[in-house]
Structures are given as structure tokens and as C-alpha cells.
């Protein structure tokens, strides 16, 4: 299974999101969002498609949030 890498940018061509996608659409690996001055806000794990593993949101203010997601939430 290939996966395809994805990038998704705001009108002011900056980066808002990387994805990795499957051959059958679906997220697979790590997504990353983006606040809109570059910063890393979010890492979620994907498998087919559906959230599974770790995660993280990083706040404006430097703190962290460490998650693990299961099933889907």
C-alpha cells in the first residue's frame, strides 16, 4: 500500500495542513495543522481513515495537550 502526501495552504500561501492519504482516500500517518503564523498546532494519528494513536495539540501559548486516540475519537 502507497500512501500519497498532501498539502493544504490558506489564500496567504501559508501552510494549513499536511495529510498523508491511502490508495483508497483515506488518511494514513500523521496530520498536521497549522496555526496561521506557522506554528504546529495539532498532530493527529491516522489508519484508514479513522484517528488511532497519538496526538497533540500545542496552544498559542507553548503548553501541550498529549492524547491517544482510539477507535476513531
Request: with cysteine.
Amino acid at each position: 500500500m502507497s500512501t500519497l502526501k498532501k498539502k493544504f495552504y490558506l489564500l496567504s500561501r501559508k501552510l494549513k495542513e499536511e495529510a498523508q492519504y491511502n490508495d483508497q482516500g483515506r488518511r494514513e500517518g500523521i496530520t498536521r495543522t497549522y496555526y496561521r503564523n506557522g506554528r504546529l498546532k495539532k498532530e493527529i494519528t491516522y489508519k484508514n481513515g479513522r484517528k488511532e494513536g497519538p496526538a497533540r495539540r500545542l496552544f498559542k501559548d507553548g503548553s501541550r495537550f498529549e492524547y491517544e486516540c482510539k477507535n476513531g475519537r
